[in-house]
């Protein structure tokens, strides 16, 4: 099974029908495997169908999207296909977010119908209350037809809206076509040489672009897709996975590939990984120094620059071997059908060597924001060049080197990119103006070196008081957690320019050991509890821990909370699974589950689960409550 390239030719089609000709061609393969289910191209294909001839009967004629809200698992691939097949657009909502923010993009997309499997139901019927408005995956009829649909939508029509941060203090939709996501596989399996042979890993969300990218990448060229859930796994037995499944692509953000070698005791062998892709954040050298340690001199590093309104519009494919131009590694060289040009504040281009705004032009950008007219026109605007392409203004900054390569170095506004994901901090904000006790609000992030962290500044109403803990459990019902600040600060007053805004660059830097976010102090009194506190102080970089801390309080996040479990594993011989530090994330909690599974002898992360809890539906609900 040679590599066979993307022909141009190919993106005049729908995303569906670029699929079922993988079915015909690889219809035995496995394209979709976890550790519950494999899933072939035919099968997959046939659940896909069926899935759509039950969107037909119960799905409006004039909607034309669907969202689908689901796990990190094969049924929501087999959601994808299914709305595309029957001729929709599909809108991916992912489990873990807070219902409010869920039920904010519902309104906005004025649906009747969302599909979803039976451990999200009750979560779904929370979010659309009337049964006959979700189709439930795992109760569709075997009896539907599991042939192909004679319907072929347009290169044009709608494809998917994904769902990014908002500088208007709302997500907005990312609008994509058939023929714009077509391009992006085109480019990214030319320039990687994906095929039938290759083997993806899925960790990012479905919900987001980087997700979308790697099950397009693996389906559309007959690969198979292996999705890995770091929220469920966490980062212990990520690297057992990789060589057990022969993974060949790895694709995450920097931030979890630095905590995943974290793992790593050096005597690993990753002989099948030939591509390892790292986006969405800053690369450094570090990082690069790194993938060197740890993987085969044969094995690629591609660092890329994207949005969700393109994906990736610059690429660096590297070796070994390469020789770096700085401390920064370079986001690369331009990309097949998009041109980036730097501007200054006056809109001309900058010499190469000097900083301007990128501002990107293609025919294959996104449409624009679903319901946003006024935030479309701002961001979009005609090339006065030529008429088939359209420009973006991303709001990256960064220069070119003599040779056309281009380095990033930050962003213009106040978006930040947290562990891959877009956050503009106006939405974090514009959530906090919203709390009763908040007069002022000013939010920031922070960099230590090996991850940004959100620092949030509180002026309080006079006579009211704050605590980190209230303002954490206000933001987790309506933010993600990448979202929420990992420490507060009581201010009197935000600083001010001369001309009265938000100073931000005068808003005081802090350490989480000096501002106060925990009970009050209770030392460790057991063994265990003392392992616990020294591990969680090493992590989260504090001096003191208490037993009654909360370890999400005290600023850690769920990458942390990873390399935590991971301590445990080693330390004490003890398998959590990851999910068990969200359910009971104080120190004296965690410790009692610990002695509990060491007392009855129980090493396997499915032991504790059954102590823990005991259907799907419920550890989907405790998740969201606790993180």
Request: proline share 5%.
């Amino acid at each position: 099974m040679n590599f066979q390239p993307f022909e141009k030719s190919e993106i005049e089609q729908s995303i569906n029908r670029r699929f079922e000709s993988q079915v015909a061609r690889y219809p035995h393969h496995i394209a979709v495997k976890t550790s519950e289910c494999e899933l072939t191209y035919d099968t997959l294909n046939q659940a896909a169908n069926r899935l759509a001839h039950q969107i037909l009967q119960q799905c409006p004629p004039e909607q034309e999207l669907v969202p689908i809200l689901f796990e990190h698992g094969a049924s929501m691939v087999v959601a994808i296909l299914g709305v595309l097949k029957a001729g929709k657009g599909w809108v991916p909502l992912a489990a873990s977010y807070p219902q409010v923010r869920l039920e904010n993009i519902l309104s906005e997309l004025n649906v009747s119908l969302l599909i979803t499997n039976q451990r999200n139901l009750t979560f779904a019927q929370m979010l659309l209350p009337n049964r006959e408005q979700i189709i439930n995956i795992d109760e569709i009829d075997p009896h539907l037809s599991g042939d192909n649909l004679d319907i072929s939508a347009s290169p044009d029509a709608i494809a998917c809206v994904l769902y990014t941060s908002g500088s208007t203090g709302k997500p907005k939709g990312v609008i994509h076509n058939h023929r714009n996501l077509l391009h992006l596989i085109r480019r990214g399996t030319n320039a990687l040489k994906i095929s039938a042979n290759d083997i993806v890993s899925l960790l990012p969300s479905y919900s987001h672009m980087a997700g979308t990218n790697d099950i397009l990448r693996a389906l559309l060229n007959g690969a198979m897709l292996l999705p890995y859930d770091l929220n469920e796994r966490g980062l212990v037995d990520l690297a057992t996975w990789l060589i057990a499944e022969k993974i060949t692509i790895y694709h995450s953000v920097p931030t979890v590939f630095r905590h995943f070698t974290h793992t790593l005791k050096g005597d690993e062998n990753f002989p099948y990984l030939r591509v390892i892709h790292l986006g969405g954040e800053t690369l450094s050298r570090q990082d690069f120094d790194l993938f060197k340690q740890y993987f085969f001199d044969n094995c690629l590093l591609l660092n890329n620059l994207g949005c969700t309104e393109l994906s990736s519009y610059r690429q660096y494919l590297i070796s070994s071997k390469t020789k770096l131009p700085s401390n920064i590694i370079p986001v690369g060289y331009a990309t097949e059908d998009v041109d980036v040009l730097l501007l200054d504040e006056n809109g001309k281009e900058v010499a190469t060597g000097c900083t301007g705004e990128v501002v990107l032009k293609s025919p294959y950008l996104a449409l624009g924001y679903w319901q946003q007219a006024e935030q479309t026109n701002a961001a979009f605007f005609p090339d006065p060049e030529f008429l088939d392409r359209r420009c973006y203004k991303t709001g990256d900054v960064g220069y070119f080197l003599p040779d056309g390569c281009l380095v990033h170095v930050g962003r213009k506004d106040f978006q930040v990119q947290i562990r891959g994901y877009r956050v503009e901090i106006a939405e974090i904000e514009a959530v906090l103006f919203e709390h009763p006790k908040v007069k002022e609000a000013a939010v920031k992030h922070q960099d230590n070196g090996e991850e940004k962290k959100l620092v949030g500044y509180i002026v309080p109403l006079e006579g009211e008081h704050l605590s980190n803990k209230e303002l954490h459990n206000y933001l987790k019902q309506h933010l993600p957690d990448y979202m929420i600040p990992a420490l507060f600060v009581m201010l009197a007053a935000l600083p001010l320019t001369p001309n009265g805004k938000v100073n931000r660059l005068a808003l005081p830097d802090t350490k989480q050991e000096t501002v106060s976010t925990r009970e009050d102090y209770v030392a460790p009194r057991t063994n265990i509890e003392k392992t616990l506190v020294s591990i969680w102080s090493q992590i989260l970089n504090l001096q003191q821990v208490g037993i009654y801390d909360n370890f999400f309080l005290l600023g850690g996040d769920s990458l942390q909370a990873m390399r935590v479990v991971s301590q445990v594993r080693s330390t004490l011989n003890i398998e959590l699974p990851l999910r068990s530090l969200f359910e009971f994330p104080t120190v004296i909690e965690w410790a009692k589950q610990i002695d509990r599974v060491a007392w009855f002898g129980q090493k396997k992360p499915d032991s504790v689960e059954s102590i823990a809890v005991e259907n799907w539906e419920e550890i989907e609900l405790l998740k969201r409550e606790s993180s």
